[in-house]
């Protein structure tokens, strides 16, 4: 079985992008998968006449139909929460019905986060914590927004979170490798014949 893992993240966006793509479709490979990695499709020219995010858009989307499964870096990235696109990415392989696997490179709540913004104030009379403009901030103590944490829990998969150093925030793949594991254990083992299954090999 060749099964396809979507490898979502805001380290498209680093200048070194490609290779740390090449390390972590290299870790997939050592633990039986191939991996889908966004840039894979941005070698290729962009149609003349057509908008590139269009292109890089529907190129990224095609990625994900042919995915059987996706692991997503949920690293809080420019503000307190998680990549938007990575999190649109999330949602469209859940709505897909495909498994998603999930970790964050930071082990604060979403409540810290904010909070470190210096934005947010408890209030007395309700009991929550609000920001700037009144709004409610979530104290669930998840990772993120609860619907990121909530639709991996839903799975029954954890969302994964490692504390790494600032300088190897989106560099480190302890928590990517941990995912990997986790995939490999849900869908290999349940889809190899019992008679490769480790305990029946020991």
């Given at each position: 079985m060749d099964c396809k893992v979507y490898l979502a993240g805001p380290e498209v966006f680093l200048p070194d992008a490609a290779a740390l793509g090449?390390?972590?479709k290299d870790l997939c490979e050592r633990y039986g998968f191939t991996g889908l990695f966004p840039f894979d499709t941005e070698g290729g020219a962009v149609p003349i006449g057509d908008?590139?995010?269009?292109a890089i858009y529907r190129a990224n989307v095609a990625l994900m139909r042919d995915a059987d499964c996706a692991i997503v870096n949920l690293t809080s990235f420019r503000g307190?929460?998680?990549?938007?696109g990575s999190v649109f990415e999330l949602g469209m392989m859940v709505g897909l019905g495909k498994p998603v696997f999930g970790y964050s490179n930071t082990t604060t709540d979403l409540l810290s986060r904010v909070r470190q913004t210096g934005s947010v104030l408890f209030n007395d009379e309700d009991r929550v914590w609000r920001d700037q403009y009144g709004m409610r901030v979530e104290d669930f103590g998840n990772a993120d927004n609860l619907m990121i944490d909530a639709c991996l829990a839903e799975q029954g998969h954890p969302l994964v979170r490692v504390n790494v150093a600032d300088g190897e925030l989106y560099r480190d793949l302890r928590g990517f490798e941990e995912c990997l594991r986790l995939t490999a254990k849900e869908l290999l083992t349940a889809a190899a014949p019992?008679?490769?299954r480790r305990e029946d090999r020991a």
């Open positions: 090449a390390q972590k908008r590139a995010d269009r307190p929460s998680a990549d938007v019992v008679s490769n």
